[in-house]
């Protein structure tokens, strides 16, 4: 008999069994509370809730620990790729050097897009956010693959995830292609995953395009930092859908919605926003001060986060990241000397120290992605495409749960009691 949780309320002493996974806290299991008591919980925000069993990823928040796999997220973005990452996710286990070389050929044979999809752009503004873009044609993705939305058959799930990895660099480079007017470049085989989304948005089809090893190599760490973060909230979007047995193209289309909201993926726009707006090394004790007077609105962007209440493993590898991209495309901006002293300052300050804020994935990456050339508005839907690997992962866990069912969540109800409905002449 395992541990169990004891609790008293509306005059009954009822048990709930306590269950341990292979890391992280135990969790009591109360999904036979409201048949035993007639009473819910309440946890607005899941802040307390484990919402689904996952053998994917795991965050040890206080230590700063992120694992995908098993894998420490250092080692990681230091030794593989994202190609590697991604069959990884998707199959549990380090790929063969053939298993890799077959994943990467079967990816690379997807990357195309149906034609007909292109006409899809021409519908858009050309000021259209690529968010807008990507939320619309990837949810059209199951109007043209109807080969591949049976969820019940693992073949189709699988052909389907890859489809989704494959495709997304081409939506992705297509939407900025559309934005700034310059013509949409099919893709190039030849080239690797992250070279090839290089080419297909910074190429033009009147030249040759050089893939820069350095930017490819650092793009491709930075899709890896962000290939999953186990149940936020648009990885829990993405399972919700999906719950309801929607197909996956629709279901990535809503997590890519979710994530575009700034608390989410749009928080590197707005620290690089930030850093600019700091501007030099001198201004920053005024905006420190800034972040911590209560009266002041003002938050460090970058810094800080939900669960990691020690320094984001992502930021170190980020760090790092920059310097190489910098040294390699010999850019000097001094916002990189703005950011590193201000989280030296942020982190020596008690104010700081005390609430346990350490700076997040989001610090360093518009400083990098910046530099490599991408516009603010494209930052969430690179995010987008690498989390897609994350998110197809999880949809596929989910699904091949024998005891998946529909996510329905409870609520406490707060509105108005039973009442009589009353004929507009008398209201
Ligand atoms: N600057 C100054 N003070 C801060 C900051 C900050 N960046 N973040 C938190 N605090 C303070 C906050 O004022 C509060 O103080 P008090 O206890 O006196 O009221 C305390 O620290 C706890 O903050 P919270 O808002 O209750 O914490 P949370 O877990 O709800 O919020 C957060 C986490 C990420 C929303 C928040 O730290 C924040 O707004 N950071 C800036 C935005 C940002 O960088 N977001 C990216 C997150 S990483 C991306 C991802 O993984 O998706």
Redesign the pocket.
Known sequence: MGDTAKLTAGGGDYEFPVKSGTLGPDVVDIGKMYGKTGMFTYDPGFTSTASCDSGLTFIDGEEGVLLHRGYPIGQLAEHSSFMEVSYLMLNGELPSQDELDLFTYTITRHTMLHDQLRQFYQGFRRDAHPMAIMCGVVGALSAFYHDSTDISDPEHRKISSHRLIAKMPTIAAMAYKYSIGQPMMQPDNRLSYTGNFLRMTFGVPAEEYEVVPAVEKALDRIFILHAD?EQ??STSTVRLAGSSGANPFACIAAGIACLWGP???G??E??LNMLHEIGTPDKIPEYIAR??N?DDP??????????YKNY?PRATVMQKTVREVFDALKVNDPVFEVALQLEEMALNDD??IE?K?FP????YSGVILSAIGFPTEMFTALFALARTVGWVAQWNEMISDPGQRIGRPRQLYTGPTERDYVPITQR
């Not at 003002?298 to 986060?305: C, I």
């Not at 997040?360 to 610090?363: E, H, R």
């Open positions: 973060h936020n909230a608390a989410h993926g928080a590197n707005a620290a972040a911590k209560k003002f938050r460090l962007m970058g810094f800080g986060h939900r669960v984001d104010y700081f609430k804020l997040n994935v989001d610090f």
